[in-house]
């Protein structure tokens, strides 16, 4: 398991122990886990943000910590909201991140997560060129949420 992975999913035990907020000491998550405090900031930039469904708030210095807070809110609300947020171009792991985290908290079921990774992944891409792939994807993944929002 990467680093990254590993951290990530540190930080979405404690958010679960937790209901749904944490505050974290980032120099003790790092040394607990064996890595850089540097490596928790990106985890939290990449994989924590509000298009995710968290708040991330921080106070520096020495007694400093990070609150992160999961989001709750309707199916309807987080799907409109992934749609609004993806804007014009989407990157493959983008896609993935977000697709995870939907499954994560059930607003999406397996099924329906399988066949929008395999629409999202660059295989289904393989005959567009580079430059046009993340535009298509992205405008591919917003209408799949709205498929799946308008049958939810």
């Known amino acids: ?4 992975d590993l ?3 540190s930080i979405l035990e404690l958010l679960d122990e937790q209901d749904g907020a944490a505050e974290i000491k980032r120099n003790e998550l790092a040394s607990s886990l064996g890595c850089v405090p540097s490596q928790i900031n990106y985890v939290i930039t990449s994989r924590f943000t509000p298009e995710q469904g968290y708040i991330v708030e921080s106070r520096r210095g020495g007694g400093g910590y990070i609150r992160i807070t999961r989001i709750s809110a309707p199916k309807q609300t987080m799907l409109m909201h992934i749609v609004n947020s993806v804007g ?4 493959k792991r983008s ?3 977000m697709l995870s985290n939907l499954l994560e908290r059930g607003i999406i079921d397996p099924l329906s997560a399988r066949l929008v ?3 999202l992944g660059d ?3 393989a005959d567009v060129p580079n430059e046009y792939r993340d535009k298509l994807r992205a405008s591919i993944f917003k209408n799949m949420l709205l498929t799946i929002m308008n049958n939810t």
Do not use: C, N
């Open 7 to 9: 951290v990530a999913q």
């Open 1 to 4: 398991m990467r680093i990254t």
């Open 123 to 125: 295989r289904a891409y």
């Open 95 to 97: 896609a993935e991140v």
């Open 88 to 91: 014009d171009k989407l990157d």
């Open 117 to 119: 990774a395999s629409a």
